[in-house]
C-alpha cells in the first residue's frame, strides 16, 4: 500500500458506513482542491476506498445504487479538474503510483497521462492541416519528448497510435484498428483511440463494433461537441471526407460558435479542392476564435489562410474574402 493509505474507520456503525464515509471525505476534498500535495493525493487512496468497499457490497446484494450515483459524480467531477490536480501533486502522482501499484481501471491513479495526452490532441487539432506548422508541431514533440518524459505505458499509447493513423490513412483498415486496440490497452480512458476504433470498424462494414467503440468514445468526452470533431477528424484522415462533412456540419448546426468546427470543415474543403470555400471558413474560423480570446486558433487559421492564397489557382476570383 502507498504511504497515504486510510483504512476503513473502527467507528463504522453499519457496512453502507464503509463507503458513505470515504465518500463524503472524497467530496469534502474536491470541493477545495488546494494545499499541499499529500492532502490531493489522499483523495485517490479515498477513491480506492469507496471502488474496494462498493464491490465487496454489491458482492453480498446490498443496495448501493444511491453510493455508486454519488462516486459516479465526484469522480466527473475530479475528470473536469483533472489539469488542476495534475499541477497540485506534481511528479509525486508518479511516485506514489509506483508504491501503490494500482490497477489501471483505477483510473484516477493515472490522471497525468490523461493531461498529457489532452495537451498532445489540443496541438494536433489546432495545426491540423497548417503546412507551415508542421516544423513548430515537430519542435514541440522533441521538447516533449526530451524533457518531461512520459511514463512507459504513455509512450507505448502514443506509438501504438501513430502507427494505427499512419496504417489507416493508407487504407489498411484491419492493421490500423489493431494498432488502436493495443493503444487503449495501455491507455483505456483515452477517447480519441475509441474513436478511432469507431472510425475503422465502420470502415469495414462492422457496425455493430463501430457504434459500441463510438459509446465507448462519447462517455469520455466532456463535450458532444468534442466527440463530433474527432470523429470528423479521424474520417478525413481515414479519406471518407462524407462521413467526415456529415460530422462537421451536425457540430456547426448544434454549435454555430465553434471556431473549430469551421476551421475543420475548411480543411475538409481543402481535401475536395474546394479553395474558396476553405478560406471563407477560415474566416469565420479566425472571427470566431477571436470573439472567444482563443488566440492559438486564430493564429492557426490566418496562417492557413496565406497558405490557401498562396496555392490558389493562377486566376482564382476571390469575391468578398480579403487577402491575409
Not at 469507496?50 to 454519488?70: F, H, P, Q, T, W
Not at 503546412?131 to 516533449?144: E, G, I, K, N, R
Amino acid at each position: 500500500m502507498g504511504k497515504l493509505f486510510i483504512s476503513p474507520s473502527a467507528a463504522a456503525q453499519t457496512p453502507l458506513d464503509r463507503v458513505r464515509q470515504p465518500l463524503e471525505q472524497a467530496e469534502g476534498l474536491l470541493s477545495s482542491l488546494q494545499g499541499v500535495e499529500d492532502g490531493a493525493l489522499r483523495l485517490l487512496h479515498l477513491l480506492d476506498q469507496v471502488d474496494e468497499a462498493i464491490g465487496e457490497l454489491e458482492s453480498a446484494g446490498a443496495d448501493v445504487r444511491a453510493e455508486k450515483a454519488r462516486f459516479e459524480s465526484v469522480q466527473d467531477r475530479l475528470r473536469q479538474r483533472q489539469a488542476q490536480f495534475v499541477r497540485q501533486v506534481g511528479r509525486t502522482l508518479q511516485e506514489e503510483r509506483a508504491v501503490v501499484q494500482s490497477d489501471r481501471l483505477r483510473w484516477w491513479w493515472f490522471l497525468d497521462e490523461s493531461v498529457a495526452l489532452q495537451r498532445r490532441e489540443r496541438i494536433r487539432r489546432l495545426l491540423l492541416g497548417g503546412l507551415a506548422l508542421v516544423f513548430l508541431c515537430a519542435a514541440t514533440w522533441f521538447l516533449y519528448e526530451r524533457y518531461l518524459a512520459p511514463p512507459p505505458d504513455l509512450r507505448h499509447a502514443w506509438q501504438h497510435s501513430d502507427v494505427g493513423e499512419r496504417l489507416a490513412k493508407g487504407g489498411d483498415w484491419q492493421g490500423g484498428l489493431l494498432e488502436f486496440e493495443k493503444a487503449s490497452a495501455y491507455v483505456p480512458n483515452e477517447a480519441t483511440f475509441w474513436v478511432w476504433q469507431g472510425v475503422l470498424h465502420a470502415k469495414l462494414d462492422q457496425k455493430a463494433e463501430a457504434e459500441k467503440a463510438f459509446d465507448v468514445a462519447r462517455a469520455l468526452y466532456d463535450e458532444p461537441l468534442d466527440f463530433l470533431l474527432q470523429r470528423a477528424v479521424s474520417y478525413m484522415a481515414a479519406g471518407d471526407l462524407a462521413a467526415a462533412n456529415a460530422d462537421v456540419e451536425a457540430a456547426i448546426s448544434e454549435h454555430p460558435h465553434s471556431g473549430r468546427s469551421y476551421y475543420i470543415r475548411a480543411n475538409i474543403a481543402l481535401e475536395e479542392n474546394r479553395y474558396l470555400a476553405a478560406l471563407a471558413d477560415l474566416d469565420e474560423a479566425a472571427r470566431l476564435a477571436r470573439e472567444a480570446g482563443d488566440s492559438e486558433l486564430e493564429a492557426a487559421a490566418r496562417v492557413q489562410k496565406a497558405l490557401v492564397f498562396q496555392f490558389l489557382p493562377e486566376g482564382t476570383a476571390t469575391p468578398d474574402l480579403d487577402k491575409p
